[in-house]
């Protein structure tokens, strides 16, 4: 079965460093998604990616996070500035249409900000 | 507004028994779709079904059966004779029609004791 692919499976990183977070999603999947689950909490969705372009946003995902899929196979969550805040298991997701298509996410990276 | 609902955060049941976790969910749309997704202790996120909104027939798969009920905007899942390898956090989401992004409940912890 095919596999959304993420690394690293785990970083830690001092407060204040940037940290990139790479995905390589199912290949005939369209759209790509990140959502974040700290500790003991609910998985929440940060951001959507279609056709090289966000197509929605949650309030988390301000200026301080960025997406790309510079080469077109990995797909990247760029963080800048870490706060111990954002301590929290990543999970890069990926479907092939839009609502109702089934969402496959990756195994996680976790981040840990020191 | 919390479109999600997982009122049982935890059930501890012993090998074998059934095991029923709710999950209610609110949303004015008349079409979308409701998952639930398995989280083993090793934190990958495990899709086990989709149902869309106009397919209230009950779904076995398995140990696994989910009963979905329109009239009471519950989408129920059954694991029947529990084996320790249930073990995980279970969360139940919702997509809109139209929308990127799944919205997950709480989730609830169930714990298989040998």
């Known amino acids: 079965e095919p596999e959304v692919t993420q690394t690293p499976s785990h970083q830690v990183t001092q407060m204040g460093q940037e940290v990139i977070l790479r995905c390589v999603p199912i290949?005939?999947?369209?759209?790509f998604y990140w959502y974040r689950q700290i500790l003991g909490q609910k998985v929440e969705f940060l951001v959507s990616?279609?056709?090289?372009?966000?197509?929605?946003k949650s309030e988390i995902f301000d200026d301080q996070f960025s997406v790309e899929r510079p080469d077109g196979s990995n797909f990247t969550l760029k963080i800048r500035s870490t706060k111990l805040e954002d301590s929290a298991m990543y999970f890069c997701?990926?479907?092939?249409?839009?609502?109702?298509?089934?969402?496959?996410f990756g195994e996680g990276s976790w981040l840990t900000v020191v | 507004a919390q479109k999600v609902t997982q009122a049982q955060t935890e059930i501890s049941v012993v090998e074998k028994e059934d095991v029923t976790l709710d999950c209610v969910y609110e949303?004015?749309?008349?079409?979308?779709?409701l998952f639930w997704y398995k989280q083993p202790p090793s934190g990958e996120l495990v899709f086990l079904i989709r149902?869309?909104?106009?397919?209230?027939q009950n779904e076995i798969s398995g140990r696994y059966s989910w009963n979905f009920q329109k009239s009471t905007s519950s989408f129920n899942f059954t694991i029947t004779a529990s084996q320790v390898v249930d073990s995980a956090v279970y969360f139940c989401?919702?997509?809109?029609?139209?929308?990127?992004?799944?919205?997950f409940g709480a989730g609830t912890t169930v714990t298989v004791r040998a």
């Open positions: 949303t004015r749309d008349t079409t979308y779709y």
């Open positions: 997701a990926t479907s092939r249409g839009l609502s109702g298509n089934t969402i496959y």
């Open positions: 149902r869309n909104s106009f397919d209230e």
């Open positions: 290949s005939n999947h369209l759209y």
């Open positions: 990616f279609y056709n090289n372009e966000i197509s929605e």
């Open positions: 989401a919702l997509s809109e029609a139209g929308d990127y992004k799944l919205s």
